[in-house]
């Protein structure tokens, strides 16, 4: 019949293929296979059409999936066999009068799921009902809205959604709702954290970004505990600002509340990737307790009152410094229309005398250029060292601590207010959501160097 090898083994060809086929094995068949390397047990799962076509995969008993190279498989026994079904169970999410009211945004990815170990199947959830079957303990904390806004990779966020958000938060707290969460990817999740601090002023209600670096088919996912710590603070919190909800160690004691501008994407893969920067996080939380780290927070309210000022200039670029840089990157972008540069510079904030040139053809052009320090943690002092000062004479103007991702974003909303630089400069350095701030803590930036004899005694007491 056309097209059943499609249906059979899905995503599955040449090698691959042809090894599925001699040993009579489907995709989603519980098997033992016996290869070169040893006996796998587990159920086989399809391919996606990008990935190599050597290669079996199989889901182990603990929940990880590996890849077994198809000619090194001598035999297989099939054990059982059910096709999976892409729906998670739904049932009534409860409501309770006397809990309070939480919506949760959608702008792409899993925001929970629930592994199905018969079939293997990651099923998404995202309806009230589908969300109930995948965390239910998210009942005991809230009455819960979702709303799907965009179906997006992070790294496809942009402009038109980080409006559509602005805009979603600004009509959902309008209609009386207690906290917001929304469900991001965690790859630009600081750059829509720091967009949403500036388009989303004066909340009166707690606003919590929460994504996973571990997908729920994996015994190690954050994605069901980071969702119930950012439900819980959006339902109880005290803190009305935007905020993301991640991990805080890498083990699952608690997570952690970072501020929308002063937050970073800091490993490719730990759960506890995102740290506070220039400062420290505002609180941790649990599934049932929040404990402020600070004092200086806004309160939540019980108004419906918010500022909702949702625009962008998309005339903007981030230009990250290195040595022997030539000044046609900066005329390219004056020549392509561009109106604000953010530069992440060396030490205190510096680049090379060769882009000077570019930099006054940049300030005659109407051109606003901000300086950043590409450290992250520190402030930009460019009346230090004779480069900072020349190049605040050509028109850079000096960005305090204001990380260089923040800076872009802040940049891109204040020109879609000005282009005139000098209220430009204004809007940049009139600080509007802890984007710059006075002094850095002395325990905000705190780097153990692992192997030193006291570093190492330190993590054997704290390490779980």
């Known amino acids: 019949m056309p097209g059943t090898d499609a249906i059979v083994y899905k995503g599955y060809k040449d090698l691959a293929l042809a090894k599925l086929k001699e040993i009579g094995i489907r995709v989603w068949s519980d098997v033992i296979l016996e290869t070169e390397q040893g006996r796998f047990e587990g159920i086989i799962l399809p391919r996606s059409e990008t990935a190599d076509h050597d290669h079996i995969v199989i889901k182990l008993k603990n929940g990880y999936n590996i890849g077994v190279r198809a000619d090194k498989v001598r035999s297989a026994k099939e054990v059982n066999y059910k096709e999976a079904i892409y729906k998670i169970p739904e049932s009534e999410f409860p409501r309770d009068e006397e809990k309070p009211n939480v919506t949760l945004l959608g702008t792409g990815g899993t925001i929970a799921s629930r592994l199905d170990y018969r079939t293997g199947a990651v099923i998404p959830a995202f309806t009230p009902g589908e969300l109930y079957g995948a965390v239910p303990e998210l009942a005991d904390i ?246 900072g000062r020349e190049m605040l004479q050509l028109g850079v103007i000096p960005c305090s601590n204001m990380l260089p991702e923040t800076a872009y974003v802040k940049l891109g909303w204040a020109l879609a207010h000005s282009n005139d630089v000098d209220e430009l400069q204004s809007i940049m350095l009139t600080p509007i959501s802890r984007e710059i701030t006075e002094r850095e803590p002395y325990n905000g930036y705190l780097i153990f160097q692992g192997g030193l004899p006291e570093v190492e005694e330190f993590i054997q007491k704290v390490k779980r």
């Open 142 to 387: 809230c009455n819960m809205k979702t709303e799907k806004l965009f179906g997006v990779f992070s790294e496809n966020m942009g402009p038109e959604q980080w409006i559509g958000t602005a805009q979603a938060i600004g009509r959902e707290i309008r209609n009386g709702v207690d906290g917001i969460v929304i469900g991001h990817g965690t790859d630009t999740m600081h750059h829509t954290a720091a967009i949403l601090s500036f388009m989303v002023q004066n909340t009166p209600v707690p606003i919590v970004m929460v994504g996973s670096q571990r997908s729920s088919d994996r015994p190690s996912s954050d994605a069901a505990l980071n969702l119930r710590h950012a439900v819980y603070t959006a339902a109880h919190g005290d803190i009305a600002e935007t905020m993301i909800c991640m991990f805080g160690p890498t083990s699952d004691q608690y997570g952690l509340l970072h501020p929308g501008t002063r937050v970073r994407k800091m490993h490719s893969s730990y759960r506890s990737t995102f740290r506070t920067i220039g400062d420290i996080p505002l609180a941790k939380v649990t599934t049932d307790s929040l404990t402020h780290l600070t004092s200086h927070y806004k309160h939540r309210r019980k108004d419906k009152n918010v500022a909702i000022d949702a625009v962008f200039d998309p005339r903007v670029t981030i230009v990250y410094y290195y040595p022997n840089m030539k000044p046609d990157i900066i005329d390219s972008l004056i020549e392509h229309d561009y109106k604000g540069i953010v530069i992440a510079g060396t030490g205190l904030g510096h680049v090379n005398k060769p882009l000077y040139p570019a930099l006054k053809r940049a300030r005659d052009a109407g051109v606003a250029v901000f300086m950043t320090v590409q450290t992250l943690w520190g402030f930009v002092q460019m009346y230090v060292y004779e480069t």
